[in-house]
């Protein structure tokens, strides 16, 4: 079993909300575990896989997982490096408010349909807001509960998240280029070499990835640096080098970039996040 750590960020009538840190030790399945409240879970680092009966996802910072109150789950980390998350535990009387009617069932309780969603930049915005604002401090109880509606909101509108719908064998496809993805997010990878890794032409690869997750390959791998980014930001005071680090040509391309995405430059996000070191 993998070894975890768990810190309770806040906890109120509206909210529960843990930070879930896991090594990876545990490269295959775990034991099974089931939850005893319904929670959505944003990996911020990291990547995962989840296992419900024969249904297997990856997780990482382009998704957010529903995790249903006494559903069984299994946990295996496939490339090494660990995983953390942010997860959050609404009241159910407002999750069912929130909750598109589409999404989820009622029989024999409060579910979501689907294991899994992808999200946008600004909810990985938000994702990162809410944690370094917990883990600072500086995130008053009421800001804290309002993002965190805010992004369950989010996380669920149809115009800005979108289901995971595929044959079984292409988003096994696709989940593997993931993964290749995710075992080195500084590396320029070429086309050619995430073909070889998963064992088809890169004109297959390219269009069942668009096919499948509604954006190309290219921008994928840009979107998990970026979330990378937003996860470091409070540790680095040269964001030259991180950027470097995350395998940007340049600071104007990272910087370029992550405006594009969340709307700010990283030293903007800085600031607004109060990441800035005295």
Known sequence: MSQFS??????TKTVTIRDVVCNGECRHKSDEECTHKTSLVYPYRGVFMRHVGRNDTVAEANQMLFFNAGQGYRISHPIEGGDACIDLAIDESMLEELAPKEQVQRDPAFSFRRQRRRIDPRAQALVALLRHGLVRNVAETLEAETLALTLVRRSLGERTSHAAGASVGRQKLVDRAKLVLSSDLARRWTLGEIASEVGVSPVYLTQVFQQVEATP???YQLRLRLARALDLLGQYDDLTALGLDLGFSSHS?????FKQAYGQTPAEFQRSAQLRRR
Do not use: N, Q, W
Request: proline share 0%; charged share 15%.
């Open 6 to 11: 768990t810190a309770l960020l806040l906890k």
């Open 217 to 219: 390959l290219y921008r």
């Open 253 to 257: 391309h990272f910087s370029a970039s």
